[in-house]
């Protein structure tokens, strides 16, 4: 296994057994613009030591693979530039060339796992892009789903997705799917979408459990589950549609593809909406966090090795 680099604060949770929640960093350096990036990536690692576990925040930085990071090496990423955007396609190379780099989902349940984390707080997974017939525009983080064992706490998958493709992909891979506490799924934004959850869970015991049968039956992979934004933060669905809808033909007209799609979508949504939705996206990860938490509490602790 390559060598981790381990934060203070994550190396002191490993040594007594503590719950820790791993955090993704692409939402600092591509989901939100600075200072509102560190400021938030702040909020959520605060929630989670808030809630009794430890957060660690994922990157690759000048080649090292870190689990945690320090107050530094936070503000450094939250205002670099040009910080490659990493999955399992070249999150080795990133780190092979020396190079800097974000995590996406599917490059943190990695990093997650090789750290012996079982937990992930994230805002929403990515996942079918709408006209995926005609691009084959699909997220890495539905494979890795099925194949890395990792929880993933989300507010579902990102409303500017195909949603019915990107759960219908799921189910086929086999994926668990989980509503917390309601019984149709979220729509990342919005509270509710018109699609019924395929499991309901009330309960971070029975999320971790759930996790814990999964490994010892064999069975691969992770889970999803899929907590709803606070009702007070929500923006209803039909109120979001014609600005998607908008935004997508911008970045069909302007050329926008490959990685560069969630990023563009995201900022214009952002100024579409007046900035209501990233104050939307600041309360549902925040939300995830403490669900997290509450989840890492629950899972059997792991020795270092």
Not at 59 to 68: F, H, P, S, T, Y
């Amino acid at each position: 296994m390559i060598p981790l680099t381990f934060s203070a604060e994550v190396t002191q949770a490993r040594a007594s057994g503590a719950p820790i929640v791993a955090l993704e960093s692409t939402i600092i350096t591509h989901g939100m613009p600075y200072p509102q990036n560190v400021e938030t990536a702040r909020k959520v690692e605060a929630e989670v030591r808030a809630h009794d576990a430890i957060p660690a925040t994922i990157a690759v930085l000048n080649g090292d693979l870190c689990i945690g990071l320090e107050a530094a090496q936070l503000d450094a990423l939250a205002k670099a530039q040009d910080v490659a955007k990493l999955s399992r396609a070249d999150i080795a190379a990133c780190i092979a060339r020396g190079g800097t780099g974000a995590t996406t989902v599917a490059a943190t349940m990695i990093a997650a796992h090789l750290a012996g984390i079982s937990v992930f707080a994230t805002g929403g997974i990515g996942g079918v892009h709408r006209g995926a017939e005609h691009s084959f525009d699909v997220s890495a983080d539905l494979q890795e789903l099925a194949q890395t064992p990792v929880t993933v706490v989300a507010a579902g998958a990102k409303a500017i997705l195909d949603l019915p493709k990107t759960f219908e992909v799921l189910e086929t891979l086999g994926v668990p799917v989980i509503a917390f506490g309601q019984d149709m799924l979220p729509a990342f934004w919005s509270r509710a979408s018109d699609m019924p959850a395929p499991l309901r869970m009330d309960d971070a015991v029975s999320i971790a459990h759930a996790q814990t049968i999964r490994s010892a039956m064999g069975l691969r992979g992770g889970q999803l589950i899929c907590n709803p934004i606070p009702a007070a933060a929500e923006i209803p669905a039909e109120t979001l549609a014609p600005i998607i809808t908008q935004a997508l033909a911008e970045a069909d007209a302007d050329g926008i593809a490959a990685k560069e799609v969630t990023p563009f979508l995201l900022d214009r949504i952002f100024h579409l909406t007046g900035g209501r939705s990233l104050d939307a996206n600041i309360a549902l990860v925040l939300n995830n966090a403490r669900l997290a938490a509450a989840i890492a509490a629950e899972m059997p602790a792991k020795t270092p090795e």
